[in-house]
């Protein structure tokens, strides 16, 4: 019997989010998250999908991210689907910074996790979280390969003219200042489950990927291949997303720091952490955001219109990109769940093709669909994204293809 186990964890700061797959028939066996590491009030939710044993919750404090996987190791034996099972066949790690060193997934020994740290000025929230993570799980299993899956890889794609900044040549290279976009295992995952919905293959369609979640982007898909992307450098540019403001003058720096006095770690969280919905209404969570724009709160209601306005203008830029687009397609937490977001989105863009059916819209379900009228010239798509099944169909490939 071969090994057909994946542990896909996905490492942030204070949290590991993991799902252990087994890729004999893409099931998922657990699932899970500790959260808070570090402080009093640790919280690791499990649940073991495999025995329908219902979900289990630890409380109390986990103090690092090596205490965190014992205790998912711990959780996971309990359950008969231990990591020290000769049925794992790899881990796979949600990378977020690949740099332009890495443009495909890559099993990861000293060198590459030395490089993968050498990114850590390019991505100082991400990276170190991500190279903690694989440190752990590699002492936990040396045995087994650990593979690293980059956020930028699918976005490697893009033409140089795309990725440049029209700044000093020379200070971009030295400083690798260029656009590499995010979000890439989601948009590689969806724009190919739209092609299928469409029954078509990716080779064959032009997509433009909405990924809406708490963070947001957008791509342009030519054929399979990201050739247009929102975030940049950093997953700051582009779309409103929950907390962060997307695109802005880059004059807004100089003037907050010349004239409001701002220094550059405090411009650094506002525009990160206290901006994009939550700065323009107090709300990060969409669901709050439409309900207060529902009962004519004003600041919701513009701060709805400023996050659809700069939908629109992607989509209008990503149709010029691509030329012709065969589909638009919704996911993550907005995309999938707010219908009255892909409405006001796509309204008053039939001069580009794009049309809603309001009913199918309004519809609720967790399938790819399409919500656009029969015979509409531009699909308009619901697809479900699911990273970490993508990461450990990628880590799979790559330790046994
Ligand atoms: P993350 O970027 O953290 O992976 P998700 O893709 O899960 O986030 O998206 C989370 C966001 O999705 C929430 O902040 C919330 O705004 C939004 N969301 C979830 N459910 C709904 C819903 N039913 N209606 C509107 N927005 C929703």
């Given at each position: 019997m071969t090994a057909s186990r994946v542990l896909v964890l996905n490492s942030g700061s204070s949290s590991v989010k993991y799902q252990l797959l087994d890729m004999a028939d893409r099931s998922r066996l657990a699932v899970g998250l500790v959260e808070r590491i570090g402080e009093e009030t640790s919280r690791l939710a499990h649940e073991p999908l495999a025995t329908g044993g219902g979900k289990r919750e630890q409380l109390g404090p986990i103090a690092d991210h090596e205490a965190a996987l014992k205790a998912v190791a711990a959780e996971l034996a309990a359950d008969g689907l231990g990591l020290d099972s000769p049925e794992l066949a790899a881990v796979g790690h949600r990378v977020v910074h690949g740099g332009t060193r890495f443009t495909a997934p890559t099993v990861?020994?000293?060198?590459?996790?030395?490089?993968?740290?050498?990114?850590?000025?390019?991505?100082?929230?991400?990276?170190?979280?991500?190279?903690?993570?694989?440190?752990?799980?590699?002492?936990?299993?040396?045995?087994?390969?650990?593979?690293?899956?980059?956020?930028?890889?699918?976005?490697?794609?893009?033409?140089?003219?795309?990725?440049?900044y029209a700044i000093d040549a020379e200070v971009a290279e030295r400083w690798s200042v260029r656009r590499y976009g995010f979000h890439g295992t989601s948009h590689a995952y969806v724009s190919r489950a739209t092609a299928r919905l469409l029954g078509k293959e990716p080779q064959e369609v032009n997509v433009i990927v909405l990924h809406l979640g708490n963070g947001a982007s957008a791509s342009a898909v030519r054929g399979g291949v990201c050739v247009e992307t929102s975030m940049g450098l950093t997953p700051l540019e582009g779309l409103v997303m929950g907390t962060r403001s997307g695109d802005l003058d880059p004059a807004v720096i100089f003037h907050l720091a010349r004239v409001g006095g701002m220094s550059v770690d405090e411009i650094d969280s506002l525009l990160n952490k206290?901006?994009?919905?939550?700065?323009?209404?107090?709300?990060?969570?969409?669901?709050?955001?439409?309900?207060?724009?529902?009962?004519?709160?004003?600041?919701?209601?513009?701060?709805?219109?400023?996050?659809?306005?700069?939908?629109?203008k992607y989509i209008g830029a990503y149709t010029a990109v691509l030329g012709r687009v065969d589909a638009v397609v919704f996911t993550a937490g907005v995309g999938e769940n707010a219908a009255p977001v892909r409405e006001a989105a796509v309204a008053g863009l039939e001069g580009l093709g794009l049309a809603l059916d309001p009913r199918a819209n309004a519809e609720r379900s967790g399938e790819p669909r399409l919500i656009s009228p029969a015979g509409a010239r531009v699909a308009v798509a619901v697809v479900p994204t699911d990273e970490e099944l993508e990461i450990a169909a990628q880590t799979y490939e790559l330790v046994t293809g």
């Open positions: 990861i020994d000293d060198e590459v996790l030395a490089e993968i740290r050498s990114l850590v000025p390019l991505a100082p929230l991400h990276n170190p979280a991500n190279v903690t993570g694989i440190e752990v799980a590699r002492a936990l299993r040396p045995d087994v390969p650990q593979v690293a899956v980059f956020d930028t890889a699918f976005h490697a794609t893009m033409p140089d003219h795309v990725a440049q206290k901006s994009g919905l939550l700065g323009m209404c107090g709300d990060n969570d969409m669901r709050e955001v439409l309900r207060r724009a529902g009962e004519g709160d004003e600041a919701a209601r513009r701060a709805f219109a400023t996050y659809v306005h700069r939908l629109k």
